[in-house]
């Protein structure tokens, strides 16, 4: 072992000219930008920064980065972080970093400066946007005094023009261009101070014992790093041409996975295990490590295309990660199952019940076990499922709840607005996480405010917070609503009473006041929780049934005006949060019937257009297609029964006093059904929340031929239906829409 004190200077210029690196296992650089300014203070007040752990080895070994012609002497064991930092501050990237453009953002990030003008704390600051504003001297940059070598004469001539512009400037009141000088040389001199190193020359694998062994700023290594260091030792150049390049992978595509969490799905898939101490030996070798990386990747690969067709398209929104490991271990062992929903129903339970919130190592065990015993994925989901509480419903008051409190609600709240095909709230009216007809990696939802929190000045802070009074909205959505009554801003942005409903509130809201607040919150949330219900109990029907579907997924993309169903192999299909989709029991929907039923959809749309092209459809799902009729809990919905042989109209009913409601309109039954131009089908579904009131006819799928008489007769429904009943809907005087009616009277 070798001690040895150099200068902060030489130092920087060994990490710069590549004659010290950092070995694969080395995280990457993690400090915040206060870290390195109270570095630079702790420097200039003279105060010890720590030792330096330098590893000399006897064999080539590999950086985090690709290799050059020269090799490094010596290894940061311990101190990365702080030699960054001095990097940084001396605004000389250091050979490890490999991007220049990176670098130069980094630099612009961590920009600390010294306040030449303070009397007291602080002396350095990070720079913000009005310390860059500010002309003149005040805030000097470091590396300006860093790089600075008062031997050199010119060096000194530099400082002493920069200490009489301070001067000039009217700065340092009370001291004389000397003195200034002397305070500048303060900060120049961190250059010189000196750093102590201690340099060991032990195997790999011991100096990765050594790095486990040792604490930085009283934060533990994390025990992936080890492990990780291990594998680096014994495969060469994998952290560096594998593991890191594909963390940059999953970045490209929205998700920033924290390294240990990738490395334990590694082990998750390829051992089975993520308590590393209890794998087995022969795991981290070479030959066991390269086949379980390959499935990792293919497993997290299938994981982010399923989660994007629920509209997951970055790791921003998700209430937990841990649960991440395992679905990708589901993923790997269950690749050929393209129905997500029950998987999707656990991480909404896992996460709803804090399932990794206490020891997220101990329930990750557990969840694996219960994976590597079970023989289908439905089977590994219905045991992993047994760890909530089915019976257990959401409930109003969850919706009233601080949008702040968590991430779970707001995510859910995302998902059923997404489902519904929710588009944004602009002109452009694309769908969210849309842009035209592709999905936008990194798409971050915005919450937003349906009554402003200026215009409810008076409520009660937390009132105005609840989840049932936030919209979900692009992040480059801009509404300027100030103090303005939601109505303004709703004719201002023209958002349609379509836009509304697709976020479950009730067009009623435009011309509510201030003082019906209280109601439309206590209407919304009542919304939302039975929607929430619905959802989660449609995503979970696999697991109550004991089937699960197996075929060709559909996958919706569309632009405003348009619409169009691709079909894609092997993608988790988006679901619809609408009660009628129980209806999807009357067929198992093979492959070939969603087909039929795609390109019916295409066709019929296209003849919409054609002969009707005002009237707005919302995207259809599979074997039904909804269409607004102008209030919250009510639309038109065209069904296709293709086994059955049979097309139907229906008003779908599922406002949260659905029974009610249908019973209010089944006293005018006479008269309705008097202006009906055929038969209606009163049906109140005495075993579900929903109820509809219908219209069918026969029909053949399979004879294309009589496409365009369907095509026609679902049109002319949609007319008949749309006259029959937007206006008896609107007049219903039910209890989620009684505050509105009564603020209309007024």
């Known amino acids: 072992m070798a001690v040895e004190q150099i200068k902060v200077h030489d130092l920087v210029d060994r990490a710069v000219a590549h004659r010290w690196s950092v070995p694969e296992f080395q995280r990457g650089f993690v400090w915040k930008p206060v870290q390195v300014r109270d570095l630079a203070e702790s420097l200039w007040r003279n105060y010890p920064i720590g030792s330096l752990l330098l590893w000399h080895s006897r064999d080539a070994q590999e950086a985090r980065v690709a290799r050059d012609g020269m090799s490094p002497g010596s290894w940061i064991v311990d101190g990365q972080q702080r030699t960054t930092a001095l990097a940084i501050l001396f605004n000389r990237k250091p050979y490890w970093w490999q991007s220049a453009e990176e670098w130069n953002r980094t630099v612009q990030r961590y920009d600390v400066r010294f306040d030449v003008d303070a009397r007291d704390d602080p002396y350095f600051r990070v720079a913000d946007a009005v310390i860059r504003r500010t002309h003149g001297n005040r805030y000097v940059q470091m590396h300006r005094l860093l790089a600075l070598n008062t031997d050199v004469e010119a060096d000194r001539k530099t400082m002493t023009d920069l200490a009489r512009e301070i001067k000039a400037e009217g700065l340092c009141d009370g001291m004389d261009a000397t003195d200034v000088y002397s305070r500048l040389d303060q900060v120049r001199r961190i250059r010189e101070m000196d750093v102590l190193t201690v340099a060991v020359d032990h195997e790999l694998e011991e100096v990765v014992e050594i790095f486990a062994r040792l604490n930085s700023k009283g934060t533990r290594i994390h025990e992936a790093d080890i492990y990780l260091g291990i594998v680096a030792a014994r495969t060469r150049g994998w952290v560096r041409e594998e593991f890191l390049p594909f963390l940059g992978v999953l970045e490209s595509f929205g998700f920033r996975v924290d390294p240990n969490l990738l490395f334990r799905s590694l082990t998750a898939i390829g051992a089975g295990r993520v308590r590393f101490k209890e794998i087995q030996e022969s795991f981290w070798d070479s030959a066991a490590i390269g086949p379980a990386w390959e499935r990792c990747k293919s497993a997290w690969g299938r994981l982010i295309r399923r989660l994007a067709s629920y509209g997951v398209v970055s790791d921003d ?233 197996v075929g060709v997924s559909s996958r919706f993309v569309w632009d405003a005006g348009d619409v169009e169903i691709v079909q894609r192999p092997n993608v988790a299909r988006p679901r619809v949060p609408v009660a009628h989709d129980a209806d999807a029991g009357d067929e198992v929907e093979s492959s070939e019937i969603r087909e039929l039923q795609a390109e019916f959809w295409r066709g019929f749309i296209k003849y919409v257009k054609e002969h009707e092209p005002s009237l707005r459809l919302r995207a259809p799902f599979r074997h039904y297609l909804d269409h607004s009729i102008g209030r919250s809990g009510f639309h038109l919905t065209l069904y296709l029964r293709i086994r059955k042989r049979q097309i139907g109209c229906a008003l779908w009913i599922d406002h949260p006093d659905s029974k009610r409601a249908f019973a209010e309109l089944q006293k005018q039954r006479a008269a309705i059904d008097g202006e009906a131009d055929g038969h209606l089908d009163w049906e109140e579904l005495p075993n579900r929340h929903a109820c509809r009131i219908a219209m069918y006819r026969d029909a053949s799928f399979s004879d294309r031929e009589t496409w365009p008489e369907l095509f026609e007769w679902s049109l002319g429904r949609l007319k008949i239906l749309s006259r029959l009943f937007a206006e008896r809907v609107k007049a219903l005087d039910l209890p989620a829409a009684r505050g509105r009616v009564e603020a209309e009277k007024e």
């Not at 896992?350 to 065990?365: H, I, M, N, V």
């Not at 000045?457 to 801009?478: C, K, M, R, S, Y």
């Open 317 to 549: 929104p998700l209430p937990t990660r841990a649960a991440l490991v395992t679905l990708a271990a589901l993923e790997d062992k269950f690749p050929d199952q393209t129905d997500f929903d029950p998987a999707m129903y656990w991480f909404l339970q896992a996460s709803r019940f804090g399932r990794y919130s206490g020891s997220a190592t101990t329930a990750s065990e557990e969840d694996l076990r219960d994976i590597g015993k079970s023989s289908t994925q439905l089977e590994a989901l219905t045991q992993l499922s047994k760890q909530f509480s089915p019976s257990q419903p959401f409930a109003v008051d969850d919706f009233k709840r601080d949008y702040t409190d968590g991430r779970f609600f707001t995510f859910l709240l995302y998902l059923m607005v997404f489902a519904r095909r929710a588009r944004n709230w602009d002109n452009v009216g694309d769908a969210l996480a849309f842009d035209g007809r592709e999905l936008v990696a990194d798409y971050r939802p915005q919450w937003h405010h349906i009554f402003p929190v200026k215009y409810l000045q008076g409520h009660d802070e937390a009132a105005i917070n609840q989840l049932a009074n936030i919209a979900v909205i692009g992040p480059t959505i801009n509404i300027r609503i100030s103090a303005q009554s939601p109505m303004t801003y709703f004719d201002k942005y023209s958002i349609s009473d379509e836009k509304l409903e697709q976020q479950f509130i009730d067009p009623a809201v435009r011309s509510a006041t201030r003082e019906d607040y209280p109601k439309f919150a206590d209407c919304r949330a009542a919304l939302l929780a039975d929607a929430a219900n619905e959802y989660l109990a449609r995503l979970g029907r696999a697991l109550e049934s004991g089937t699960q579907s």
